[in-house]
């Protein structure tokens, strides 16, 4: 069993991996930058080391100086969590020439999965239903007439190194392809330093549905069911639920075989996502798959009580997953809320800053992966997500009232925060029932604006109102003193009514 790891990440991220170190017996290291010095990973770890100034590319992105650190301080695996250098291919190159275990993959199923071109044809040949396109890079206005005549419109151009929506463009119109093949191209180079892209069928309202799977060096692969992924605001995440309220027990069943299907076309280990787009009539297409531990992960181990970065820890240290598919069941069900610092009815603007109180939610079936405490500031620097809230319930129900209780009692002073807006989302009647797809924040962006809105005048009205009874409060009580001075000669009574009048 590793001994030590180097956990090549900060944030809630780095605290969660350290959590499972702490309870396997294994050392813990913590890296960070400037902004860092004062960061929860850097307290909770065993040991911590700078790496550098507060910008990603010459801290966290600093590949050479990670595993420098790692082996001054006598780590034998380095965990990357997720971002960062996490799906970097020559990250993990350069950790297993360095003599050090990369708890993920191996490099060569980064490289496939990671280029959205390969990933297609992988997946092709290996009998996994992906959307219609093409299997080859697009690169002038012919070919994107050619495809788009097979297919038809609409269509979205997508940068075959990208993800997070960059390099991504949907055309309606014939008279946009040419111009969004080269802004998709543009933004592909200035993002990825790679230009290229490729077209889908556009899936019109579709629901975004990944599985988790786990794979071992020894040919066992497993899927831990399906989380539905599709409250998104520009193919940003927000909240995540398990299990889908969308997909029936027998789609649940195809997808989890075709996710296994598609690890083990790359002969995978360790922890997985395959990303699946489903449309309107519950048909399902591969859309990618994410070599790394997801921020989302939590709601999969709340109903199937495993923890995913132990058994990361067993894969890595070349031992078999701890259990079996038929051993592995969805029990009650489970939500998660990223709670960012930012400010969703100014645009989304980030809010870094101080935070001057901070009190968490608790009580039965919460959870909370967080990073923040009072006091600390938050930089500018990197995501805004300071905190994700999981709440689990018997049922659906239960979970979003547990998950309504948990934002209600979650309270943060200094900084803005998305807790109003995802409460508005919880009380929002299509959620409830679970009738949504990616589209939701988008169709309800208005409604969720305006409660917000009427909710804020509200409160503008109550603090009216008690203003104006502390003041009637006030009055009384001047009055009274004043009625005992006009009538006794007391100069300490005196002395009281003129500092009531002050404070008025």
């Known amino acids: 069993m590793i001994k030590k790891v180097l956990i090549a990440n900060r944030g809630e991220i780095a605290v969660r991996v350290a959590r499972s170190c702490h309870e396997m017996g294994i050392l813990s290291v913590a890296v960070y930058s400037d902004s860092d010095r004062r960061a929860m990973h850097v307290r909770y770890a065993d040991e911590a080391y700078y790496i550098g100034p507060s910008p990603s590319r010459e801290s966290y992105l600093n590949g050479d100086k990670i595993i420098e650190t790692a082996l001054k301080c006598g780590a034998d695996a380095i965990h990357p969590g997720y971002g960062f250098l996490s799906e970097n291919?020559?990250?993990?190159?350069?950790?297993?020439?360095?003599?050090?275990?990369?708890?993920?993959?191996?490099?060569?199923?980064?490289?496939?999965?990671?280029?959205?071109?390969?990933?297609?044809?992988?997946?092709?040949?290996?009998?996994?239903?992906?959307?219609?396109?093409?299997?080859?890079?697009?690169?002038?206005?012919?070919?994107?007439?050619?495809?788009?005549?097979?297919?038809?419109?609409?269509?979205?151009?997508?940068?075959?190194?990208?993800?997070?929506?960059?390099?991504?463009?949907?055309?309606?119109?014939?008279?946009?392809?040419?111009?969004?093949?080269?802004?998709?191209?543009s933004e592909a180079m200035s993002s990825f330093g790679d230009d290229t892209v490729y077209i889908e069928k556009y899936v019109e309202h579709p629901h975004h549905i990944e599985f988790q799977i786990l794979a071992d060096k020894y040919g066992n692969t497993v899927h831990l069911f399906e989380r539905e992924c599709s409250i998104q605001r520009r193919h940003q995440k927000m909240i995540e639920e398990t299990p889908s309220p969308f997909i029936t027990p027998e789609l649940r069943q195809q997808m989890g075989e075709a996710a296994v299907k598609a690890a083990k076309a790359v002969n995978y280990y360790g922890a997985g996502t395959i990303e699946f787009l489903v449309d309107a009539d519950r048909n399902f297409y591969f859309l990618e798959m994410n070599t790394r531990l997801q921020v989302e992960h939590p709601i999969t181990e709340r109903v199937t009580g495993i923890d995913l970065v132990k058994e990361q820890f067993r894969v890595a240290s070349d031992l078999p997953i701890s259990f079996k598919q038929e051993e592995v069941y969805q029990?009650?069900?489970?939500?998660?809320?990223?709670?960012?610092?930012?400010?969703?009815?100014?645009?989304?603007?980030?809010?870094?800053?101080?935070?001057?109180?901070?009190?968490?939610?608790?009580?039965?079936?919460?959870?909370t992966d967080g990073y923040v405490y009072d006091g600390y500031e938050i930089p500018i620097y990197y995501d805004p997500m300071i905190t994700k809230l999981i709440a689990w319930g018997r049922t659906r129900e239960e979970a979003i009232e547990r998950m309504k209780r948990a934002l209600y009692e979650y309270k943060i002073t200094g900084v803005k925060t998305s807790i109003r807006f995802l409460k508005r989302i919880m009380d929002n009647p299509d959620f409830r029932k679970g009738n949504y797809n990616t589209h939701f924040i988008d169709e309800h962006i208005d409604e969720l604006m305006a409660v917000a809105s009427k909710e804020s005048k509200i409160f503008k009205d109550m603090a009216v109102i008690a203003a104006y009874f502390d003041y009637i409060t006030k009055m009384e009580k001047v009055a009274m003193s004043d009625f005992t001075v006009t009538h006794g000669t007391d100069n300490w009574k005196n002395y009281g009514l003129k500092k009531n009048l002050q404070r008025i």
């Open 89 to 185: 291919a020559e990250f993990a190159r350069k950790c297993k020439s360095a003599g050090l275990i990369f708890i993920g993959p191996d490099p060569n199923a980064i490289t496939t999965m990671g280029d959205k071109i390969t990933a297609r044809q992988t997946m092709i040949a290996a009998g996994v239903p992906v959307v219609p396109g093409t299997q080859q890079k697009v690169v002038d206005a012919d070919a994107v007439r050619k495809i788009v005549a097979e297919i038809g419109l609409p269509i979205i151009i997508k940068a075959s190194a990208g993800g997070g929506g960059k390099g991504m463009r949907l055309v309606r119109k014939e008279s946009d392809l040419i111009s969004s093949l080269k802004m998709a191209q």
């Open 331 to 367: 029990h009650g069900h489970a939500i998660e809320c990223r709670v960012s610092a930012e400010d969703p009815f100014n645009g989304f603007m980030p809010s870094p800053g101080l935070i001057r109180h901070i009190s968490e939610p608790n009580g039965l079936g919460l959870r």
